[in-house]
């Protein structure tokens, strides 16, 4: 099981500064979550930085397995539970936004095309 890093581990903080100019390279998306960066549309989550200081993204089927064939990576597994629509990215990938950049927005068109949840409603 990896490590949680710190908010001041060097290696959380290079993958979060590549997580932001990645999520900054696609129009009208926003990194949300303070403590846990991630991104969303219309309430489904997109991508996320796990403590480890590993990205999680999520990609539509036949995509998601192209991405873990090429890149020699795996389905994203937090907490024990392997993630089914999520991808680990490999940190030399998250450094490298221009190559990273055409996956990451089909893991958002998937997600954009997806019904939106309902607001949560006030108890």
């Known amino acids: 099981m990896a490590k949680a890093a710190t908010p001041t581990d060097p290696d959380y903080l290079a993958a979060l500064t590549h997580y932001r100019r ?40 036949g995509r998601r397995e192209a991405f873990v064939e090429a890149y020699e990576t795996s389905l994203f597994e937090a907490y024990g539970v392997v993630q089914k629509e999520y991808v680990k990215v490999p940190a030399e990938l998250l450094a490298d936004t221009d190559r990273l950049l055409p996956d990451f927005r089909a893991g958002y068109d998937y997600v954009a095309a997806m019904k939106p949840k309902p607001a949560a409603k006030n108890k």
Request: hydrophobic residues 40%; charged residues 10%; proline residues 12%.
């Open 22 to 61: 990645l999520v900054a390279a696609v129009p009208g998306l926003k990194l949300k979550g303070a403590a846990n960066p991630y991104t969303s549309v219309n309430g489904h989550m997109t991508s996320y930085l796990h403590p480890s200081g590993s990205l999680a993204m999520r990609l539509p089927p």
